[in-house]
């Protein structure tokens, strides 16, 4: 069988060599869906004999389904520009595609974060399991503008090896993006009627620094796995304080990241 990977991409110059380098032994087709980059992302998958595809920003999980919408292959591995295939990895999907008696058509894949240039091992930060190989009409993302994820009926097969989540390159990287996820992130539980309370803006993030470094073994990460436990608690508290600013002024709802900007 065939196998397409899919990408949205925006502004992704830096990462994107990475990615398509690490698939190339194994994809039959690249598909990637842009947002209006204007850097070299398209020179660069261009390189790589990607299809690349203009697409105004849909949100997260719609953006995700256009691109595997023009996939032609059977299988489809969705990714995103930041994430890098391990070699182990790459030899277990091209067993799997190649594998006319495999019954599963939907996996989860094991993540391992690399942060500052480091992989990161505990705090939460890796072993998680994310739904991105599968065969082409056995789902579909949801709707999320954010965390957004892949609604299946099939079975669901589960596969160790591990993609390389490199989330950010440094902490101007993080800040970067910082702003972007907390007010998505708001703006989200805004459509769930979550709420905004003294102790989530407050408590939360405490258990939240707690959690990481000392139940989940952040520390054995060293200097990098406390900034992470610094810096994901206090991402806790902007986002139930950004919610709370959504509620005492709605229009923000209505004029802000329309278009996951």
């Not at 965390?147 to 009926?153: A, D, G």
């Not at 993030?205 to 810096?231: H, N, Q, S, V, W």
């Amino acid at each position: 069988m065939t196998l397409t990977v899919s990408i949205i991409t925006l502004n992704e110059e830096k990462n994107l060599a990475r990615t398509l380098e690490s698939v190339k032994k194994f994809a039959d087709e690249i598909v990637i869906v842009d947002s209006g980059s204007t850097d070299k992302t398209e020179e660069i998958a261009k390189n790589f004999n990607a299809k690349f595809y203009f697409q105004k920003w849909l949100g997260y999980g719609p953006q995700r389904n256009k691109a595997i919408e023009l996939a032609s292959s059977e299988w489809v591995l969705n990714i995103d520009a930041d994430e890098e295939i391990s070699e182990e990895l790459a030899k277990k999907i091209a067993d799997i595609k190649d594998d006319k008696n495999d019954k599963i058509d939907v996996f989860k894949i094991n993540f391992m974060s690399v942060c500052f240039g480091k992989k990161i091992k505990h705090g939460g930060w890796s072993n998680s399991y994310r739904i991105r190989l599968f065969k082409k009409n056995s789902g579909r993302f949801n709707e999320n503008n954010v965390h957004e994820e892949f609604i299946t009926n099939s079975h669901i097969g589960k596969i160790n090896e591990y993609i390389l989540h490199h989330s950010y390159s440094d902490l101007e990287d993080y800040f970067t993006k910082f702003n972007k996820y907390t007010t998505l992130g708001a703006i989200e539980y805004y459509k769930k009627n979550k709420k905004a309370s003294l102790v989530s803006i407050v408590l939360n993030p405490i258990y939240k620094f707690i959690r990481m470094y000392f139940f989940r073994l952040g520390f054995l990460d060293g200097l990098e796995g406390f900034i992470l436990a610094i810096t994901s608690s206090l991402y806790t508290m902007v986002k139930y304080y950004k919610l709370k600013e959504i509620y005492g002024n709605n229009a923000y709802i209505k004029e802000g990241f329309k278009n996951g900007d």
